[in-house]
């Protein structure tokens, strides 16, 4: 079977220990995760991780339906690059006197679209958000011409393309659930 | 309800009390102390079983919650303590049995920095656990204990871990009960699809040998009966796992045997003969299947399991109905028509006919010769009516007690199937005889399995718990010695074993014995062991080079079953 990227995404109550429970899913099986990105999603005490990785399918599907059984997370989905947006953001410490020495570095930075956010005497921050080839394609070139000091890239946010919001069905359902429960109780 | 100031401890215990909690299996400790303390004052609210060792005390908790249907519960103390009893998690994590263990935990202030038996017991049990939770604040005791009870108990249950700061143990606050009946986030009985219960009705009515698969779902569901009314009404021959075999009455006539590795010739032979395969509650385990390329592909699959992780784990099935089967069974029996399909579930009985003639007589009448572990087994089990409780050790002792034993109640055979844990039988027999009081308990074990957790042999004698000890000796760890036998060209590493006089240690714990050499003996050992009001050991010398058969080998397909 064909190696292919997948891109997970993870909703789980924001609670201690819960990126232990689920990279624990990954290295059960000694699949190594490519990039992660942890933050508050937009539905109040809702954590939501994006999870990149190469591996096959079927596995793939097995590791997210293993994640989504844990009892603290709402809700788990893979989804391959075509069926997701996603970005990266890379940060550039480059050499200052080297940049303001060689007119090339300046029309490489406009040219990525990327943005200067700090300059000193000693180093200038550049920034850039895209994709993970755009971006390093870019250190490449700075390498190139001598001016690289530090680089540093996330991991990657993802919306999928489908309108269908995953999390907000979920909450929904659940809770719509829970009340024709309540009323056949009564 | 009106709040009352109370210690942490004293609120745990309540907080138990509020989930109908009587009987504790534990063994204190520094961290734990409060919690003993406050016990003292509740000597007439639970049961307090003091075993030997904490593995004992997970083991005990699994036998009472797999007995019995109730949540199991245990209490020890940090470091040590609890990682005594991961063994215990990890079985009741893959047999699916509903335990509660609690834990002491240092103090808050000191977590985090090598204190004396500080160990990140929650990082620890992550993995091996339907939730683990460390409770730093009295405010959270009542939520989170109703929360555990909640999770072990429902859906497909499991073990919970409570990893309990001392400072909020003797932490005095404003105590209120609390009760947990959702969590947003879990959903324990998945509604199952309309659309795949009428797909799965109709490949049963297309069907000319359709095969039905019992697991330890149909127990823990308690959908006994309704797996009854669904197989009578399409007449449909049905095998059970080990863990499933007292789902279904073994004399039931449409009950074709076991399956697995060491089940019975027919229903794995005519898994790869059958068009239809309806698996109900069980897992596909590789125990089941044997090599899963070859395993069943002529036939369309049906898989009806609670959990929705279980679908297409091992097996690509055709038709998943992801749901309680106690829910999903009657909505399949009224859909399905009334069948009758003879000539197939006969072929059943030809191939058994053949394992009967090749192993079975020989294993239950070897006429001359040491005992053989078969014949004790159904001799045990008639002397009791068929109906009480196997507990099992693991390895020989677990699959031949399993083939002979009848089962005629639900929830009658406890055993450790999915870990394997040598050392469990002892104390889940002590668990089950505790919660099943008015059941005979009869446990079968090996020399092995036994001095795994022999320590619990206290237990008994505090307790004066009545479990019947069945000891089959064969001076070897015999699995393994088979495996030599049968695989690695009679090489015997390892496992032979020098034992120890198990009458003088029963007599040491005050629980009467009986050795048995001879075969002209055993019945009247048998009727000893079960008139004897009290626990009993009956230790049988068994032929030391005997093996386990029918056998689908490592790697083999399930119809390739060797017989010697």
């Not at chain 1, 190696?3 to 909703?11: E, P, S, W």
């Not at chain 2, 036998?63 to 079985?91: E, F, H, K």
């Not at chain 2, 009542?142 to 919970?160: D, E, K, L």
Request: net charge negative; proline share 4%.
């Amino acid at each position: 079977m064909d190696k292919k990227l997948y891109t997970i995404i993870i909703y789980t109550e924001n609670i201690a220990g819960m990126l232990n429970q689920v990279t624990a899913e990954f290295t059960r099986r000694m699949m190594n995760i490519d990039t992660i990105t942890a933050s508050s999603s937009s539905v109040e005490g809702v954590h939501r991780y994006t999870i990149s990785l190469w591996g096959e399918e079927d596995s793939v599907q097995k590791v997210t339906k293993r994640i989504e059984k844990k009892v603290d997370v709402l809700k788990a989905d893979y989804y391959t690059d075509n069926e997701i947006f996603f970005q990266e953001v890379a940060l550039y410490k480059l050499s200052t006197p080297v940049v303001l020495g060689n007119d090339e570095v300046s029309r490489i930075i406009r040219h990525n679209t990327a943005r200067v956010i700090e300059v000193n005497s000693t180093y200038t921050v550049v920034e850039m958000t895209g994709s993970t080839e755009d971006i390093l394609n870019l250190y490449d070139k700075f390498v190139s011409h001598n001016c690289m000091l530090q680089f540093v890239k996330s991991g990657r946010v993802a919306v999928p393309r489908s309108a269908q919001d995953v999390l907000g069905d979920y909450l929904f359902n659940e809770d719509y659930k829970r009340k024709s429960i309540k009323e056949k109780n009564k | 309800m009106a709040k009352v100031r109370i210690s942490g401890s004293e609120a745990l215990l309540r907080s138990l009390i509020n989930e109908g909690v009587d009987t504790i299996f534990g063994y204190p400790g520094g961290s734990i102390m409060p919690v003993f303390d406050a016990l003292y004052d509740h000597r007439d609210d639970f049961r307090g079983v003091l075993v030997r060792h904490e593995q004992g005390a997970v083991h005990a908790a699994q036998g009472y919650a797999r007995s019995s249907g109730r949540v199991g519960v245990s209490i020890v103390t940090s470091g040590p303590g609890a990682t005594n009893t991961l063994t215990g998690i990890s079985d009741a994590m893959l047999d699916s049995t509903p335990v509660v263990v609690i834990a002491g935990q240092v103090s808050t202030g000191v977590l985090g920095t090598d204190a004396f038996q500080e160990i990140d017991f929650v990082g620890i049990t992550q993995p091996i656990t339907k939730w683990s939770y460390q409770i730093r604040r009295p405010e959270d005791i009542a939520w989170a204990v109703a929360r555990a009870f909640y999770i072990a108990s429902t859906g497909r249950p499991g073990p919970v871990v409570l990893d309990f700061n001392k400072d909020a143990q003797v932490a005095l606050f404003d105590y209120e009960p609390e009760s947990v009946d959702n969590v947003r986030s879990y959903i324990p009985y998945p509604t199952p699809s309309l659309e795949a219960v009428e797909e799965a009705a109709r490949l049963v009515n297309e069907s000319e040998r359709p095969f039905l698969l019992v697991g330890q779902g149909v127990e823990l569901g308690e959908a006994h009966e309704e797996l009854k009314a669904f197989i009578e009404k399409a007449d449909i021959p049905a095998a059970r796992t080990l863990m499933g075999l007292s789902a279904l009455p073994t004399d039931h006539p449409l009950c074709v045997g076991m399956l697995g590795m060491h089940g019975n010739y027919g229903p794995n032979v005519n898994t790869n003969e059958c068009d239809l395969l309806i698996a109900v509650g069980m897992r596909f385990s590789d125990r089941v299947t044997g090599k899963l390329s070859t395993y069943a592909k002529q036939a369309r699959i049906i898989h009806i399991d609670i959990d929705h992780a279980e679908i297409n784990k091992n097996v690509t099935v055709d038709v998943p109905i992801v749901g309680d089967c106690k829910e999903v069974l009657p909505m399949l029996t009224a859909l399905v028509n009334k069948a009758s399909h003879k000539e197939w579930i006969d072929s059943f009985a030809r191939y058994n006919a053949i394992e009967h003639e090749k192993v079975t007589v020989k294993a239950l009448n070897p006429g001359e010769g040491p005992l053989l572990m078969g014949e004790v087994a159904r001799k045990v089990s008639e002397a009791t009516g068929n109906s009480a409780i196997l507990v099992t050790d693991v390895g020989q002792n677990q699959m031949m007690s399993a083939r002979y034993f009848k089962y005629t109640k639900p929830h009658s055979i406890l055993t450790s199937g999915g870990l394997g844990t040598m050392g469990y039988g002892l104390p889940a027999a002590i668990g089950a005889k505790i919660a099943m009081s008015d059941r005979t308990v009869c446990l079968f074990t090996g020399d092995g399995g036994m001095q795994m957790n022999i320590q619990e042999l206290g237990t008994i004698m505090e307790q004066g718990t009545a479990v019947k000890i069945i000891l089959l000796n064969n001076n070897y760890l015999g699995n393994v010695r088979q495996w030599q036998e049968l695989f690695f060209n009679h090489r015997y590493s390892w496992t032979p074993m020098l034992n120890p006089d198990y009458g003088l240690i029963a007599q040491g714990y005050g629980i009467p014995s009986r050795l048995v050499i001879e075969r002209s003996e055993l019945d009247d050992a048998i009727r000893e062991m079960l008139e004897t009001s009290g626990p009993f050991l009956l230790h049988v010398a068994v032929k030391e080079e005997a093996n386990v058969m029918p056998m689908t080998p490592p790697g083999a397909s399930v119809n390739e079953m060797i017989f010697e």
